[in-house]
């Protein structure tokens, strides 16, 4: 009995620790009103919906940081990342469904927040709403398109993501095959990583790192998100009331929420999220119908597959799992061919030697014919043979075959080369280590895929 009524003590003592810890925090969340005024919403469904976008805010990043981890130029002011986190309503399952920023959009009626002026619902790519019309254009137009109600609303930058990843001690990640983006700064060989605050940042900024482009960024930070949950929920912070507090902090010192979301809010998930595993989440991008849509005066943008977005959208509402499928083990080690945007056989290759090791060319010619390359099986020596990145020269006409091919030498630098004509040439430099498997994308329109946490993990 004293045993039981010390426990019950220490129990309630935690609690009132927990609560009294997240209530002073309360007051320092910067608060916006997503919701003001809205009419005509969809109708609530089970569980809770949370808008959580990523935005490119800067100002609070110091000027080393921003030369290292290439955080230079002025903010856009619009939304780099939107997911709608769903948990459901008996806090077991958390599904988060990616919207690509560059998503074809139409905006409802709405009063521009810059200048005053009223507009009628037009065209747009999803990211641009939110710097039109703030969090309510965007929260509007999300529900518009979704016909899912927002219950919360949550804004992150640049700073809270990097604070945040910091107090949790770096998250774990893992890739295959090298990831290198000259624009961020990325630069991972295939293994097992700790990243912390700003390379974490890298990892999930990073759009040209391989030739998906936008979805395979977002791929990156569903599996980010995931190991996230992973590390969160498996070191005890949930269970422990000041490191749930210095958590807390990071987070909410330098985000954005709706007036809602306060303490009993956190308090609710910090409780559910206690009894989750990588299992208990789930991720998907909004199916595709049609890439590369051009629309005048806003460019090229993503079209969503309308029957199955709805059947997602739906699944979100009806509070239903997004998988269908019981839950893997885990990831399938097998190595899995990168999508890229032409087939290999349609991509002309002239190979060179850039280096003095000799049968170098040799060697790269056979591995890219081996993989569907359409190579000349004459690799001949450049003039420089002192080059140590390989490098991709291409007529800029066939950036697309171009991209596809860099996308099978991991690594590789794309170099335009107007003039070049249709055959592509590969200068093989001293960083040459294999060929990566590749293959055309598939048929637009396919059912997107659901992974589950445990699933995007190291095999």
Not at 159 to 164: A, D, P, Q
Not at 175 to 192: I, K, N, S, V
Not at 197 to 204: K, N, S, T
Request: proline letters at 7%; glycine letters at 8%; charged letters at 25%.
């Amino acid at each position: 009995m004293r045993a039981a009524t010390t426990l019950s003590v220490v129990v309630l003592a935690s609690a009132g620790i927990g609560h009294s810890v997240v209530t002073s925090l309360d007051a320092d969340i910067a608060r916006v009103d997503p919701f003001k005024d809205m009419k005509n919403r969809p109708r609530a469904g089970h569980g809770m919906n949370v808008l959580l976008v990523g935005t490119d805010g800067r100002d609070k990043i110091t000027e080393a940081e921003r030369r290292r981890f290439r955080l230079g130029g002025a903010p856009c002011h619009c939304t780099d990342t939107i997911m709608i986190v769903h948990i459901s309503e008996d806090r077991e399952r958390a599904s988060v469904v990616s919207l690509p920023r560059d998503s074809y959009a139409e905006t409802p009626p709405h009063t521009d927040q810059n200048s005053g002026d009223e507009h009628r619902g037009h065209p747009i790519k999803l990211n641009a709403a939110y710097a039109e019309g703030g969090p309510q254009l965007t929260v509007r137009t999300v529900e518009s398109m979704t016909r899912v109600k927002i219950d919360h609303y949550l804004e992150v930058d640049f700073t809270s993501f990097m604070k945040t990843v910091d107090v949790l001690g770096g998250v774990k990640i893992c890739t295959a095959q090298p990831l290198r983006d000259t624009y961020t700064g990325l630069d991972l060989p295939p293994g097992e990583h700790t990243l912390r605050g700003g390379a974490a940042l890298q990892y999930v900024r990073s759009r040209h790192a391989d030739a998906s482009s936008d979805l395979g960024r977002m791929k990156r930070q569903q599996r980010f998100l995931a190991s996230l949950v992973d590390q969160a929920t498996s070191s005890g912070i949930l269970l422990n009331p000041l490191k749930f507090r210095d958590v807390t902090r990071a987070v909410l010192g330098s985000v954005r929420a709706d007036r809602g979301f306060g303490t009993d809010e956190l308090l609710d998930l910090g409780r559910a999220m206690r009894t989750f595993s990588p299992a208990s989440s789930e991720f998907t991008t909004v199916p595709i119908g049609r890439m590369g849509l051009a629309v005048p005066g806003i460019g090229s943008t993503l079209k969503w597959d309308p029957v199955k977005a709805e059947r997602l959208f739906r699944s979100l509402r009806e509070d239903k799992p997004l998988a269908t499928t019981p839950p893997r083990p885990g990831p399938s080690p097998r190595e899995e061919a990168v999508p890229v945007e032409v087939a290999p056989r349609q991509i002309r290759v002239q190979v060179e030697n850039g280096t003095t090791t000799k049968g170098l060319g040799r060697r790269v010619d056979e591995a890219l014919a081996a993989t569907g390359f359409r190579t000349t099986h004459r690799p001949v020596d450049a003039p420089g043979r002192t080059l140590r990145r390989t490098v991709v020269l291409h007529d800029p006409r066939w950036d697309r075959s171009a991209r596809s091919l860099a996308a099978a030498l991991p690594g590789s630098e794309l170099r335009p080369s107007p003039g070049l004509g249709p055959v592509l040439k590969v200068l093989a430099g001293a960083d040459f280590r294999a060929v990566r498997k590749v293959r055309a994308q598939e048929p637009v329109g396919r059912e997107s895929e659901v992974v589950r946490g445990n699933e995007v993990g190291c095999a």
